[in-house]
């Protein structure tokens, strides 16, 4: 395997892993993952690391950039959307200290660095993967015509 492979392989591996790492804390009491926070969401970045591997070990560099970019944006969109879902999940109650208060209870933890970095890594070696190119060796340029 190439580096850029190798690189490609340990990104969608790190965003296998991070699927099963803490996101949120709720109330100081307990720890949600991807699958507490959305399940089928969590199944679906699960199955782009899951073919991200195969092709990485398959040596498939486009379908490997394709697995890339699109871990990469769904993991931006699933911190857009935890965002708003925390600013936004005690909106219901009348009273602004209340409802800050609460809010100020949910916590973001140390997975969403690991879930950024799989990704990135990947898209790294994914770009940086250089197709094979045949580039002839002009030794006699005479024997031709």
């Known amino acids: 395997m190439r ?3 190798i690189l490609s392989f340990v990104g969608f591996a790190l ?3 991070a699927t099963y790492c803490p996101l949120l804390r709720v109330f100081h009491v307990t720890s949600w993952n991807i699958y507490k926070l959305n399940q089928p969401y969590g199944l679906v970045l699960l199955l ?4 991200g591997i195969i092709v990485s070990f398959l040596n498939q ?8 970019w699109l871990s990469l944006v769904l993991v931006v969109l699933l911190l857009a959307a935890a965002i708003f879902k925390v600013n936004s999940a005690f909106s219901f109650i009348p009273f602004k200290g209340v409802n800050k208060f609460l809010t100020s209870q ?3 933890q140390w997975g969403w660095y690991v879930m950024f970095a799989g990704p ?3 898209l ?5 993967s250089k197709p094979k190119v045949f580039i002839p060796t002009a030794t006699d340029t005479t024997a031709v015509n």
């Open 3 to 5: 580096l850029s492979s």
């Open 15 to 17: 965003l296998f892993a």
């Open 48 to 51: 782009v690391a899951v073919v």
């Open 61 to 68: 560099a486009k379908i490997m950039r394709v697995a890339a």
């Open 106 to 108: 949910l916590k973001f």
């Open 120 to 122: 990135v890594l990947a």
């Open 124 to 128: 790294i070696g994914a770009l940086s």
